[in-house]
């Protein structure tokens, strides 16, 4: 279901042709506009910075409780066949993630770094990266940038704007 979701979306915004008229700028100025006229008290980037920012430091105290109270995680009784499908499912969610680390960021040597951190510690890694994305934007701006590298942002950005215009 999520794949087919993903597909249907790519295949619109792929697949949907872009106007030769010079008419995106107009496009994008007049949601910016309605935009402006409709702010909200908070904005989602900064919720999403706080959501996310509590998320990390929940898993971080999970961690820390579960290795006082329990001990070491590399141990024999815990290799079930719950835990081999944990660890499978784990790593395939490390790949999609690297692959948009590796997307994201500006040099090689931090991404490998990023995706170091993400094998060792996952989810806590998870968070701090998209805090750290999330503090790049502006609290205006629409949180969905930060899956893009800052050089296509403003290409999409436009893109959608004029999408959402077209469907009013």
């Given at each position: 279901?999520?794949?087919?979701?993903?597909?249907?979306?790519?295949?619109?915004?792929v697949?949907?042709?872009l106007?030769?008229?010079?008419?995106?700028?107009?496009?994008?100025?007049?949601?910016?506009?309605?935009?402006?006229?409709?702010?909200?008290?908070?904005s989602?980037?900064?919720?999403?910075?706080?959501?996310?920012?509590?998320?990390?430091?929940?898993?971080?105290?999970?961690?820390?409780y579960?290795?006082?109270?329990?001990?070491?995680?590399?141990?024999k009784?815990?290799?079930?066949?719950?835990?081999?499908a944990?660890?499978?499912?784990?790593?395939?969610?490390?790949?999609?993630?690297?692959?948009?680390?590796?997307?994201?960021e500006?040099?090689?040597?931090?991404?490998?770094?990023?995706?170091?951190?993400?094998?060792?510690?996952?989810?806590?890694?998870?968070?701090?990266y998209?805090?750290?994305?999330?503090?790049?934007?502006?609290?205006q701006?629409?949180?969905?940038?930060?899956?893009?590298?800052?050089?296509?942002?403003?290409?999409?950005?436009?893109?959608?704007?004029?999408?959402?215009?077209?469907?009013?």
């Amino acid at each position: 279901m999520a794949l087919s979701m993903l597909q249907l979306g790519y295949n619109f915004f792929v697949h949907t042709p872009l106007p030769d008229d010079g008419s995106l700028n107009a496009t994008a100025r007049k949601l910016t506009y309605r935009g402006a006229e409709q702010k909200t008290k908070q904005s989602a980037v900064v919720t999403a910075r706080i959501a996310f920012s509590i998320l990390g430091l929940l898993m971080l105290g999970t961690l820390i409780y579960t290795l006082i109270t329990d001990g070491s995680p590399f141990r024999k009784e815990l290799l079930t066949p719950w835990m081999i499908a944990t660890l499978i499912d784990f790593y395939i969610n490390v790949v999609a993630l690297s692959v948009w680390v590796a997307y994201k960021e500006s040099s090689w040597i931090s991404a490998f770094l990023w995706i170091l951190l993400l094998i060792c510690f996952g989810s806590i890694t998870t968070c701090a990266y998209i805090v750290k994305q999330l503090l790049q934007l502006t609290s205006q701006d629409p949180v969905y940038l930060i899956l893009f590298n800052r050089g296509n942002r403003q290409v999409y950005y436009t893109f959608l704007c004029s999408k959402f215009l077209q469907w009013l």
